[in-house]
């Protein structure tokens, strides 16, 4: 329902005029108010004025509007867009909806994945599809303080499953379809932030708090951070070697901006999305930012972290086909992660991540403790502008690899290759490539091809160890 303040906004202004102005002359016989008393209410009546005149117009325009969206034929429509400034029906009635939810902005967006083998662990081809769809509340609920909330449904689990890659080669996969068949939406994200600044020391506070992903804010890349948009492989998107949550869940940030480029945060996160014991199998992590322009006299962002935790884990290890949970040792580790323009259009970026043996991360059929990672890469803006290729300024060519190195006491039993003894796992590498064509404004368009070696870290034992992926991802902005 669309409605606005007054419908009488005239009536309004003739009573409230008439008090300011006949009031004066009682207070000057009662009272004997100073001359600029009398000044400031003539003033105040001079801004009601404005604010009447000011709601006059909206009235008119938003009974334009509703006469426009409600009655009029698509060529009177297109007739009074051209000469009112009015849009097309349906944006005035999405206008219509946000004028009736407030300050509350609204924001979507879909994705479509396609992709294949042409070779996986298993020797064979196969074909996988996985959706995703977002969308997006926020609303201020007090000065430099807002809300926001994240809801996300997400079909198909991708080649992973399969694969059992220890770099994750679909970051959107992980199907929220119940047992059922039912398709559901989940809160992926609900908090609060607020913001402080004027600080005696320092440039701004900014707290958040409720459920969050802590690698919004820790972990950072200006080019390798978003699976949406950017790197395809969880690889090439997080730190490995740090033991973050699976999915946002309870937990809290607060960032110091220290000033001269520098910020400071710290956070906590419960590594499972549940409110049982906060703060056991929770994570701990620290940071340090330098943002600069220094180094070739382009921006660049240097992060250092340090971690400390109790993860959680999911694996089959009694064979019986359940996923049965676990929990590892107390973790702590550290990582770095930066980005920095080489060139106005050439962007580098690297990781490293050292975890001690405490980090679980799910192999064939056993656990697997990641102990070290590291990533590197880069990203081309507007690539075919080296070919003198004009009118793809938005277009974007990606390159990446990352390297996880299994803790080597590790030991991986292999009955289903007839293996009678637990053997070391190998390191797993992958290299990834993809365009982001930007079709217009609001779709993107990305072809990847990813190759992925020693999967799930076995080596010798394993008849083929290579997995050869390619794909599209579309992306569509509401």
């Known amino acids: 329902m669309y409605s606005y303040r007054s419908s009488n906004p005239a009536g309004l ?208 890349n200006e080019v390798a951070n978003d699976e949406m948009t950017q790197f ?56 340090i930012d330098y943002a600069t322009e220094y180094l070739f006299g382009l921006p660049g962002n240097y992060r250092f972290y340090n971690y400390v935790g109790k993860p959680r884990y999911t694996t089959d290890d009694d064979g019986d086909g359940n996923e049965d949970v676990g929990s590892s040792d107390v973790s702590w580790g550290f990582g770095f992660s930066a980005d920095q323009k080489v060139l106005d259009r050439v962007t580098l970026f690297g990781r490293f991540g050292r975890s001690d043996k405490g980090f679980v991360k799910r192999g064939y059929n056993t656990p697997v403790h990641n102990s070290l990672f590291w990533s590197t890469g880069g990203q081309i803006d507007n690539p075919l502008s080296f070919l003198s290729v004009t009118g793809r300024g938005k277009d974007i060519l990606g390159i990446g690899f990352s390297q996880v190195i299994p803790y080597q006491d590790d030991r991986t039993y292999l009955p289903d290759f007839g293996i009678a003894q637990q053997v070391r796992p190998a390191r797993e590498s992958l290299w990834e490539v993809y365009y982001r064509y930007q079709l217009n404004e609001k779709i993107q368009v990305s072809p990847f091809l990813q190759v992925t070696k020693n999967t799930g870290s076995f080596t010798d034992y394993h008849a083929n160890n290579e997995s050869v992926l390619y794909g599209v991802r579309s992306r569509v902005n509401f």
């Open 13 to 220: 202004f003739c009573a409230v005029a008439c008090v300011f102005i006949c009031t004066p002359p009682v207070l000057a016989v009662n009272e004997a108010p100073a001359a600029t008393e009398f000044q400031e209410l003539k003033a105040m009546v001079t801004e009601l004025k404005q604010e009447v005149a000011a709601l006059r117009e909206e009235n008119a325009f938003c009974k334009m509007r509703l006469k426009a969206t409600h009655l009029a034929t698509e060529e009177e429509l297109s007739k009074l867009s051209s000469e009112s400034g009015i849009k097309p029906a349906y944006e005035e009635r999405l206008s219509k909806l946000e004028n009736c939810m407030g300050d509350i902005k609204v924001a979507a967006d879909a994705l479509g994945i396609v992709e294949g083998t042409m070779k996986d662990a298993s020797g064979g081809r196969q074909t996988y599809g996985v959706g995703r769809f977002n969308v997006y509340f926020q609303a201020p609920i007090a000065d430099k303080t807002y809300a926001l909330v994240w809801l996300d449904g997400i079909g198909g689990n991708g080649p992973d499953w399969r694969l059992t890659s220890l770099s994750g080669v679909n970051g959107n996969a992980g199907s929220l379809q119940s047992q059922d068949g039912i398709d559901r939406v989940r809160v992926r994200e609900a908090w609060v932030e607020t913001e402080v600044d004027n600080l005696p020391l320092g440039e701004k506070l900014t707290a958040t708090a409720g459920k969050i992903d802590l690698t919004n804010y820790f972990d950072a």
């Open 232 to 287: 395809e492989a969880n690889s090439l998107v997080n730190n490995l070697a740090v033991p973050f949550p699976a999915s946002p869940s309870p937990g809290a940030r607060l960032a110091w901006e220290i000033g001269y480029g520098f910020t400071a945060q710290a956070g906590v996160g419960k590594w499972d999305d549940s409110g049982d014991q906060l703060f056991n199998q929770a994570l701990g992590i620290w940071e």
